[in-house]
C-alpha cells in the first residue's frame, strides 16, 4: 500500500491556511491577508500570505518547491518551543526583531504547526 503524501509547498500553504482560518477555538481571530493566490514556489520561499491576529502580525507563509515555511513574527520562543514538541523541524532566524522559522515538509504536518500558532495567540494574550 502507497501512502499519499502531500510534498509540494504551494498545496501545502494552502491547507495551512484552511486550518488557521477553520479553526474556532483558539485562533477563532486569526485571519489570511496579503494572500497571493497565483504565487509560484521558489528555491528561496516565495511569499504566499500571512497570518495576522486584527493588525498584528503572528507570521508570513513561504512557498518552496517541497515545503511551505512559516516564519513566526510574533513571539518566537513560544513558537519554536510548541513547533519542536510538535516534532516539526525549527531553526530562529538571526533578524531584529528575531523570528522562528517552522518547516513544514508534508501535508501531513500541518495539523502540527497549529500548536504553534496557538502558543504564539496565548503569549499575545497573556501579555
Known amino acids: 500500500?502507497?501512502?499519499?503524501?502531500?510534498?509540494?509547498?504551494?498545496?501545502?500553504?494552502?491547507?495551512?491556511a484552511s486550518e488557521v482560518v477553520g479553526d474556532g477555538d483558539r485562533l477563532a481571530?486569526?485571519?489570511v491577508s496579503d494572500a497571493d493566490p497565483d504565487v509560484e514556489p521558489t528555491t528561496e520561499g516565495a511569499l504566499a500570505y500571512r497570518v495576522r491576529v486584527g493588525d498584528?502580525?503572528?507570521?508570513?507563509?513561504?512557498?518552496?518547491p517541497e515545503r511551505?515555511?512559516?516564519?513566526?513574527?510574533?513571539?518566537?520562543?513560544?513558537?519554536?518551543?510548541?513547533?519542536?514538541?510538535?516534532?516539526?523541524?525549527?531553526?530562529?532566524?538571526?533578524?531584529?526583531?528575531?523570528?522562528?522559522?517552522?518547516?513544514?515538509?508534508?501535508?501531513?504536518?500541518?495539523?502540527?504547526?497549529l500548536p504553534a500558532f496557538e502558543a504564539v495567540v496565548e503569549e499575545d494574550e497573556a501579555t
Open 1 to 16: 500500500m502507497v501512502a499519499d503524501r502531500t510534498a509540494d509547498g504551494v498545496r501545502i500553504a494552502q491547507l495551512l
Open 29 to 31: 481571530d486569526a485571519d
Open 56 to 64: 498584528d502580525p503572528l507570521a508570513a507563509v513561504f512557498v518552496q
Open 68 to 113: 511551505a515555511r512559516v516564519e513566526f513574527l510574533a513571539n518566537p520562543d513560544a513558537a519554536a518551543a510548541a513547533a519542536a514538541e510538535a516534532g516539526l523541524r525549527v531553526r530562529p532566524k538571526a533578524v531584529r526583531p528575531p523570528r522562528t522559522v517552522v518547516f513544514v515538509a508534508d501535508g501531513a504536518e500541518v495539523k502540527r504547526v
